[in-house]
């Protein structure tokens, strides 16, 4: 199973948006609403962000969302604040039960 | 609060085995699907192995298939992954992570804060 492709790195000022993408295939992102979004902080373990392509788990700030179209997901950021300064990875269940990961973006809050 | 606590990992030399632990507190353990996902030194993460929350299905990456074996007790809330004839490509944070539901979908959600694994002679 081949990771899903994310961007290497994004960057945004403070209060603009940014948009990460995460493409796989109609095996995986294009064949299942089952795309998940994670922060990872230096030293620290991933933080679910976004789940079943848009949906939000309770406590994360309403700037994060997600969308699906065809075989490409995304994560828009709105409002960038410092402590979004971040890496992102994406993830997708596959046509095999099995899931997959993207290669994961580094965000950086100029 | 939920709580998930890792314990096992270490260095063992190539061709080595280690079983992995994770101690689940706070939520019915036998509701959630479970998985195994690793990040190597400075990398991406890379999920590595799930299992349903009664244990009776379970799932594992190609890179780790016929030498990784996830199980639960549901009786003790814990989650193991037995891992045989390790490499050097194994060398990794290990991390268990709580599924939002009994089938493995991939929302994680908390993770443990990962035991590292570290395979080299």
């Known amino acids: 199973q081949s990771a899903l492709t994310q961007p290497a790195s994004v960057s945004g000022s403070p209060g603009q948006s940014i948009t990460i993408s995460c493409t796989g295939t109609?095996?995986?992102?294009?064949?299942?609403?089952?795309v998940s979004w994670y922060q990872q902080h230096p030293g620290k373990a991933p933080k679910l962000m976004i789940y079943?392509?848009?949906n939000r788990p309770s406590g994360v700030s309403n700037r994060f969302s997600g969308s699906k179209s065809g075989n490409t997901a995304s994560l828009t950021i709105s409002g960038l604040q410092a402590e979004d300064d971040a890496d992102y990875y994406c993830?997708?269940?596959?046509?095999?039960?099995?899931?997959?990961f993207g290669g994961g973006t580094k965000l950086t809050v100029l | 609060e939920v709580q998930l606590l890792e314990s096992g990992g270490g260095l063992v030399q190539p061709g080595g085995s280690l079983r992995l632990s994770c101690a689940a507190s706070?939520?019915?353990?036998?509701?959630?699907?479970m998985s195994w996902v690793r990040q190597a030194p400075g990398k991406g993460l890379e999920w590595v192995s799930g299992i349903s929350g009664s244990g009776g299905s379970t799932y594992y990456a190609d890179s780790v298939k016929g030498r990784f074996t996830v199980s639960r007790d549901n009786s003790k809330n814990t989650l193991y992954v037995q891992m045989n004839s390790l490499r050097a490509e194994d060398t990794a944070v290990y991390y268990c992570?709580?599924?939002?539901?009994?089938?493995?979908?991939?929302?994680?959600?908390?993770w443990g804060q990962g035991t590292l694994v570290t395979v080299s002679s």
């Open positions: 992570a709580k599924d939002i539901s009994s089938k493995t979908r991939g929302r994680f959600d908390p």
């Open positions: 993830s997708s269940y596959t046509s095999s039960s099995t899931l997959v």
């Open positions: 109609s095996s995986d992102v294009g064949g299942y609403n089952y």
């Open positions: 706070g939520f019915i353990f036998s509701s959630y699907a």
């Open positions: 079943d392509v848009s």
